[in-house]
C-alpha cells in the first residue's frame, strides 16, 4: 500500500501570509493527488486535482505544484476563510485512494 | 448542479449493521464511481470503498473487505452502503463522494454512533 505523509500537522500563520503544505507518497504516483479543504461539521471542499489543477470556482490565491512522490500546497495570501484543516488524497490503481493525515491551519 | 443526498443518523449496537444511502441528483450518476468515505471524531478521512453503478463492481479497502458492501440502484441513483458487525472504533461520519481519481462532489455526510 502506498503510504501519505502529510507535513505540518498544524499551521499556525496570519492573514496575509504565504503558506506550504507537503504530502508525500511512499511510491511515485505521477500527479495522481488531490487537495482537500475541510471546515468542522463540514464535508471535504475539492481544491486542487492532478496535482496543480485548480477545480472551479476555487480562489487563484490556491496552488499546487509537485510529481513522483513529493507534493505541495500553497496559498499565497492567507485570508480570515482559509482557517481549517487541509488533507491531501492519492490515488493508485493498486492502492486505490488514500488521504494525508491532515494539516490544521490555525490563526497566530 | 450535482447534489448527493445521504440518510439520517443512526445510533446502533455493537455487532449489528447499518445501512447509509446516497441519493445523486443533477448529473449522469451512473457513470460515475462512487466512494464511501469516514471520519472518526477528531480523525482524518478513511477510504472504504467505492462502486461504478454502470458496470456494478464494487471495489473495497483491503481493511474493510468482509464487513462492507457497497451496492447501486441505478433506477433511484442511488448508493447504499452495508457495514456489518459494528464496534465502537466505527463510530464515525459517513461521506459518500463522486468521482473516479479525485472527488468533486460530497454527501453532507451521515454520524453512525456504535454504544451499547
Known amino acids: 500500500d502506498i503510504q501519505m505523509t502529510q507535513s505540518p500537522s498544524t499551521l499556525s500563520a496570519s492573514v496575509g501570509d504565504r503558506v506550504t503544505i507537503t504530502c508525500r507518497t511512499s511510491q511515485s504516483i505521477g500527479t495522481w493527488l488531490a487537495w482537500y479543504q475541510q471546515k468542522p461539521g463540514k464535508a471535504p471542499k475539492l481544491l486542487i486535482y492532478?496535482?496543480?489543477t485548480l477545480e472551479s470556482g476555487v480562489p487563484s490565491r490556491f496552488s499546487g505544484s509537485g510529481s513522483g512522490t513529493e507534493f505541495t500546497l500553497t496559498i499565497s495570501s492567507l485570508q480570515p476563510d482559509d482557517f481549517a484543516t487541509y488533507f491531501c488524497?492519492?490515488?493508485?490503481?493498486?492502492?486505490?485512494?488514500?488521504f494525508g493525515q491532515g494539516t490544521k491551519l490555525e490563526i497566530k | 448542479q450535482v447534489q448527493l443526498v445521504q440518510s439520517g443518523a443512526e445510533v446502533k449496537k455493537p455487532g449489528s449493521s447499518v445501512t447509509v444511502s446516497c441519493k445523486a441528483s443533477g448529473g449522469a450518476s451512473s457513470t460515475y464511481a462512487i466512494s464511501w468515505v469516514r471520519q472518526a471524531p477528531g480523525q482524518g478521512l478513511e477510504w472504504m470503498g467505492r462502486?461504478?453503478?454502470?458496470?456494478?463492481?464494487?471495489t473495497y479497502a483491503e481493511k474493510f473487505q468482509g464487513r462492507v458492501t457497497i451496492t447501486a440502484d441505478k433506477s433511484t441513483s442511488t448508493t447504499y452502503m452495508e457495514l456489518s458487525g459494528l464496534r465502537s472504533e466505527d463510530t464515525a461520519v459517513y461521506y459518500c463522494?463522486?468521482?473516479?481519481?479525485?472527488?468533486?462532489?460530497w454527501g453532507q455526510g451521515t454520524l453512525v454512533t456504535v454504544s451499547s
Open positions: 462502486i461504478i453503478p454502470i458496470v456494478d463492481i464494487a
Open positions: 492532478k496535482a496543480s
Open positions: 463522494t463522486r468521482g473516479m481519481y479525485y472527488f468533486d462532489y
Open positions: 488524497q492519492q490515488y493508485n490503481t493498486s492502492s486505490m485512494y488514500t
